[in-house]
């Protein structure tokens, strides 16, 4: 009971505190705003509670309610991954409100560990793992000081870089075995189990697309996917990296038909040239795929619903990669079904009956469709501006958009424009994806960004089936084949000196994501490959794999056996200058005193009168605790035998 209730002194409380600090940075950095700023503002509170006095019980438990409905809050009361985490770092963040013995340190740095386990769930990203290494160092050595308090022996002549030192080196005996499970370790084509889903979605495509959606998507620059050709690569004007198709309207919100989902995929003709290229996509937390128009064929765990709407087996919940083939289409779908098409007609009544009016006028001047979709091309050409700043809009949508402020973004445009069309009688749907790229200056692939999402339709024509038109590009060309780069360097301030840093980190992230995140049972079938073991088996494998553990394992017991040393770091210090006189050839024998032993090394070698006094002062700690010095084990620890002097 002494030993739990041991108070916690002033530098174990500063070496648990920074290492659950560091331990809850990286969770913190993978919240939304303002979560990471309340949570660290909770924390630094319970911390100055605990450095004044024991924190009432209420207190506590009003801080750990409030912080628990803000974080439901912010999560919409919807429970997942993500309000799992951010409810796991508010509680660490209170924790230190009870810190005041030992034992309630100890529990605050096991509980700081789950959270670098936590913030692999969000991200497993490069800086995630670094942070959450430093903060297990840290914690280890946290415990580390615990220990020394506990042992009541003096811990003031430790360095902080001694403490720190003996926990890497504890950790590099483990890093072979770490090492083999990694890279030998029997991988699985897919995994048991998943991982929960997140309470709130992440920015990206999307099954539907109403008023407003798009915003936080258009806004956010962070990585898409990343694409690699083999040969030909097309120019930006080409990348069209094809989504959902959205085929259904109700007046406000375009949604996919998963009618079509069940069909299968529509006839297409393709032209030239082929790119062959592979897709890196990002976590997405859903099924959706995306494509270069228009894939040839479908690998392994992709499905192409008729309108060709890519869809996974799997939920993307980590980095995929997609070996495909393109070609541009020269016909697609050129006989249309009578059901198809009243499906890319259809419009909700009672909607939009200026544009309705429109259409009927325009089709009873011609009955070219061609020219009908060329004037409407011309009429957004000529009266229509690009902005993100757009109202909300209204019952009438198309109609406010036509006719009253007549500036949006690719959503409206496209939206409008379908229904248009469907007025005039022409077939008509919504494709939703991502236009062009940005090539990486320090590898050879393009990064497709979030902001590079955009919104285009296709119109059936006869003799030539879907036909995409972009009635964005008829306004803004810029907002389809400029980059996030070109903005920041048109804007000034330096952009353009901190594009390479930006393409630097991004091709690290790329090198991480295949070399690590993306070392699946393939990778490591080439691997084996590489060093000699053709096509082994899992049974082979797993011989393999154990073999190397068992080799690790005795390195490991090996090295504790060779370095078992004494608990007391008096004695530890002592036998490790003892062994620096052996060397010398004046070991002291298993029955000579220590001050005999040092008056025997002062005979031989007259210029080591300051072993002897070491060695009085050894004595007085060992054997008279009262007259212990607590710089003692320091200055063993750094004594050298005194160099001959010329004579």
Known sequence: MARTALALDTAGRRWSLIAAAVCLLPLLLQLPMPLPLVIAGAGAIAAVMASRRAAPGWLRTVLALAV?????????????????????????????????????????????????????????????????????VLVLAALARLSEQESGLPAAGVRHATRIGIVARLIAIGLPLALAAFWLFPRLATPLWGIPDLSTARPGLSDEMSPGDWIDLIADDTPAMRVTFRGAEPSTR?????????????GRTWTASQWLRSLPPATVEHGAPTWDYEIALEPTERNLLVALEMPLAFPDGMRAAHEYTLTSERRLDRVTRWQLRSAPPIRFEADLPDSLRRLALQLPADFNPRTRALAQQWRAETTDDGALVDRALAWIRSDFAYTLDTPLPGR??????????????????????????????????????????????????????????????????????????????????ERIYDTLEDRLGAGGGGGDALLPMADLGDWARRAWNDF????????????????????????GLAALFSLCAALALGWMLWLVARTERERDPLLRAWHRLGRRYARLGLARERHEPAIAWAERVRAARPHESALVALTHRFVAARYAPAASDATLVRALRTHRPARETAR
């Not at 796991?88 to 100890?106: C, F, Q």
């Not at 080409?238 to 109700?250: H, I, K, S, V």
């Not at 006719?403 to 749907?429: K, N, Q, W």
Request: one cysteine or more; proline letters at 4%; hydrophobic letters at 45%.
């Open 516 to 539: 690590v995140l993306g070392f699946d049972a393939a990778r490591q079938q080439r691997m084996l490959q590489r060093i000699g073991f053709e096509n082994i088996d899992t049974g």
């Open 396 to 477: 009438h949508a198309v109609d406010e958009f036509l006719f009253d402020y007549r500036a949006g973004f690719c959503e409206h445009f496209s939206s409008a424009f379908a229904v248009l069309m469907r007025e005039a009688g022409i077939p008509t749907r919504v494709v939703t994806g991502y236009t062009g790229g940005t090539r990486n200056r320090f590898g050879n692939y393009w990064i497709v960004r979030r902001m590079d999402a955009h919104a285009w339709n296709e119109v059936w024509l006869e003799g030539r089936g879907w036909v995409r038109v972009d009635p964005t590009a008829a306004v803004a060309p």
């Open 238 to 250: 080409e990348m069209y990296w094809r989504g959902p198709t959205l085929t259904q309207y109700d």
């Open 68 to 136: 628990f409905g803000l974080v439901l809050a912010q999560g919409g009361m919807n429970f997942g991954r993500d309000t799992g985490c951010a409810l796991l770092a508010g509680m660490l963040a209170i924790k230190p409100s009870e810190l005041r013995t030992v034992r309630d340190a100890r529990s605050l740095l096991g509980f700081a560990l789950f959270a670098p386990f936590a913030t692999f769930l969000l991200d497993q990203g490069p800086l995630s793992l670094v942070l959450g290494l430093v903060g297990a």
